[in-house]
């Protein structure tokens, strides 16, 4: 929340000392990047928990980045990535608070690709966009080789460094838990000889603030809505072909996306992109909020995030395109036009007991798992207005 310096800056008619507003956190600090964390492990057919970071303590923690680059040497295999490769070969992705709670996951490294391209966090969100993203199928030498980095996400908006958390006690720090995935789960056709996985970890946040800008006006000591929390999880239905009418497990706090992926009996997303609702409806409190049709919803979402194919295949030539049997429901665009564009005057309040249902007929025939991301903001004091500049 916006301080007011308590010192007078100029003087007002008939004597009375005017205060002026402090000036916001990010224009007292500078922003802090430390790549400190790589590991390397031969992938396998079994999962594989690396060495947890401990995010180093250096004032405000906003987020990570982590790359992992598998390289392969001497492979003769016609290799073929999973369609959720390689992001898949991050099993689970899990950030602990100081206390040892998840505030992020676990999500898996597809899940969390796909909360990069649609999570508002930076303009240009698909990884598969970077510059750097690549992967090599075939039978070549290098047959099965890839990199792709995925952010982390902490703070909510980089404009403030809302949302980014007090990080200054080396004996209660925050945690990045990482596991690696089978080769079965990246891989319909694995390389000759084992992937070697090298995973990195660059930490992102704000140094503390010294109350004052360089010309000496005052600061605010810290980011917006302090305190306030992002939480990240992942929740998981069983629905049967046929009409369903669903309510979603209770939480609380300010709802920023849904994310909804839907898979058949055998895990594929392209058969739930095919047997997705014909018409998806939410209630929240027997209000009904949407109801999209899956043509109407993928044009939204072009429009939104300015998705210019519906493709989803491994490569980079599918990026920004919208994956199969995903669909994005977001409250991220009240201060501009694309998502990430957020005061948070739209953000959805959501309690324990507010009843979120979930409407439609799924197509096809069988089980289906419907999974559902939730990201959603706890504001300190339980106080919406902590995040919106006391309004």
């Given at each position: ?24 956190f ?57 369609l ?68 982390v ?36 056709t ?131 395109s ?15 036009l694309q998502?990430?564009?957020e ?10 007991s ?38």
């Amino acid at each position: 929340m916006t301080m007011t310096a308590t010192e007078p800056a100029a003087q007002a008619k008939g004597g009375k000392q005017q205060v002026v507003a402090a000036r916001p956190f990010v224009t007292g600090t500078r922003t802090l990047e430390s790549e400190v964390y790589t590991q390397t492990v031969t992938q396998t057919t079994s999962t594989q928990a690396l060495q947890p970071y401990e995010f180093q303590v250096d004032g405000y923690l906003s987020g990570a980045l982590i790359r992992v680059t598998a390289t392969t040497a001497g492979n003769s295999a016609a290799t073929a990535f999973q369609l959720d490769g390689p992001f898949s070969v991050l099993q689970s992705v899990i950030v602990e608070d100081i206390g040892g709670k998840q505030i992020l996951g676990p999500v898996s490294g597809h899940q969390l690709r796909i909360l990069n391209q649609f999570g508002g966090f930076v303009f240009n969100g698909d990884p598969r966009a970077s510059g750097i993203y690549s992967l090599t199928s075939g039978a070549g030498a290098t047959g099965g080789s890839y990199r792709f980095t995925l952010r982390v996400p902490v703070q909510v908006r980089r404009r403030d460094a809302m949302g980014a958390l007090p990080n200054r006690n080396a004996s209660a720090t925050f945690k990045l838990k990482v596991v690696i995935n089978t080769s079965a789960s990246v891989y319909s056709t694995a390389p000759t000889a084992a992937a070697s996985i090298n995973v990195q970890i660059q930490q992102h946040g704000w140094a503390t603030s010294d109350n004052r800008d360089y010309k000496g006006n005052a600061v605010s000591p810290t980011p917006n809505g302090v305190g306030s929390l992002l939480y990240t999880d992942v929740e998981t239905i069983q629905l049967s072909a046929g009409a369903f009418n669903q309510r979603m497990s209770t939480f609380g706090g300010l709802l920023r996306l849904l994310v909804f992926e839907l898979r058949d009996s055998t895990g594929s997303r392209a058969q739930g992109e095919s047997d997705f609702p014909s018409l998806f409806e939410m209630e929240i409190d027997k209000v009904k909020t949407f109801s999209r049709s899956p043509l109407t919803w993928e044009h939204l979402m072009s429009e939104d995030y300015g998705l210019t194919a519906d493709a989803d295949a491994n490569t980079a030539a599918a990026k920004n395109s919208k994956p199969d049997g995903v669909y994005v429901l977001h409250w991220l665009d009240d201060f501009g036009l694309q998502p990430g564009a957020e005061n948070g005057f739209r953000y959805q309040p959501i309690t324990p007991s507010t009843a979120v249902q979930l409407i439609g007929t799924v197509g096809g025939s069988g089980a289906h798992t419907l999974s559902i991301t939730k990201n959603y903001l706890s504001p300190v004091g339980d106080d919406p207005r902590q995040l919106t500049g006391g309004r």
